[in-house]
């Protein structure tokens, strides 16, 4: 069966891009009522929790993966190695092959992202995630597990205000990303299929966002509840179902490492976006990571560069 994750990062901020991303991963189990343990079936490749075995995959919350120490380091070796076991080819060097290799092909449209000159690794070295590479597909290849899927949707900030001007509602133009995937998903699963998407807001009910992306499909309403809203489709292959579930990152591997994958462009992204306007200001104003209260400081500190570089704010600062 095919158990699959959906996550975002980027959402709530201020400034910097919006990224939507999946993770789906094969293993040999039929689908029961409990979604199967990947982590577990890959232990002692694949760590959860601290501490971390030398040279295993640390996987779980991105953000709890981000405040870790060294926690850069495995944003940056779990995107890399699932955009390999996906592609089944070497790890693109250059970010702009790396995001293409994840699935887009949008242009930038902000002089800041122009990611053809920025490389990778940047913060995890290559021969540390040579020994984590070897060590997962030791693992996986032992335990009959294999990665299916890893894809990423990059909105960036124009983008992202282009679409919500559309719609009036920022949660649509989520929830469209999301269904993006969850198509792509259902499109290269034959068989049995779980999905974990990880909620995002007080929303119960996604049938109509199902039909809408699954025009010709009859879903079974199982539960929707605040917890999780799960969903049914009886294919010719095997059932595919779709939880909307709180945290859902912690309910399932696939979604940890998705969300991962999120946190790691993102991040990758604010790089970018910092290097680009400290070059325009010599640095004279801090970084930031775009979150609401520091992109505000940001804004004011920047005020006296910002009507002589780069494009008009109502382009890039998000207007929700």
């Not at 592609?87 to 002089?111: H, I, N, Q, V």
């Not at 693992?139 to 990059?154: D, F, K, N």
């Not at 049995?192 to 119960?204: F, I, L």
Request: with cysteine; hydrophobic share 45%; net charge neutral.
């Amino acid at each position: 069966m095919i158990v699959a994750g959906i996550d975002e990062a980027g959402y709530g901020p201020l400034l910097g891009p919006l990224v939507v991303s999946t993770v789906a991963i094969e293993c040999p189990q039929a689908i029961s009522d409990r979604i199967p343990d990947v982590a577990d079936m890959l232990n002692p490749a694949v760590a959860v929790q601290p501490p971390i075995p030398h040279g295993a995959l640390f996987v779980t919350d991105s953000k709890v993966v981000h405040r870790s120490q060294n926690g850069l380091h495995h944003l940056e070796a779990a995107t890399l190695i699932a955009v390999e076991l996906a592609g089944g080819g070497a790890t693109p060097m250059r970010l702009d092959d790396l995001a293409k290799a994840l699935g887009w092909t949008g242009d930038a449209r902000l002089p800041w992202y122009d990611w053809s000159h920025a490389v990778s690794p940047l913060w995890a070295s290559a021969d540390a995630i040579s020994i984590t590479r070897s060590m997962l597909w030791g693992r996986m290849a032992s335990r009959g597990v294999r990665m299916a899927l890893a894809r990423s949707v990059l909105m960036d900030e124009a983008n992202f205000n282009h679409q919500v001007s559309k719609t009036l509602n920022k949660a649509a133009v989520l929830s469209s990303c999301g269904m993006q995937l969850l198509r792509q998903i259902a499109d290269q699963s034959a068989g049995e299929t779980w999905v974990v998407v990880d909620k995002n807001g007080a929303r119960d009910r996604y049938l109509d966002l199902l039909m809408r992306t699954f025009p010709d499909v009859i879903w079974r309403v199982c539960t929707e509840s605040s917890a999780i809203s799960r969903y049914e489709w009886h294919r010719p292959g095997g059932l595919f179902r779709v939880d909307f579930q709180q945290k859902g990152e912690l309910a399932c591997m696939a979604t940890a490492w998705a969300s991962m994958i999120c946190k790691y462009l993102r991040e990758r992204a604010m790089e970018q976006f910092n290097d680009w306007w400290a070059t325009q200001t010599g640095g004279n104003v801090s970084p930031t990571a775009g979150y609401y209260t520091d992109a505000q400081r940001w804004l004011s500190e920047m005020a006296p560069y910002l009507e002589r570089y780069g494009p008009p704010q109502e382009q890039w600062v998000r207007t929700r």
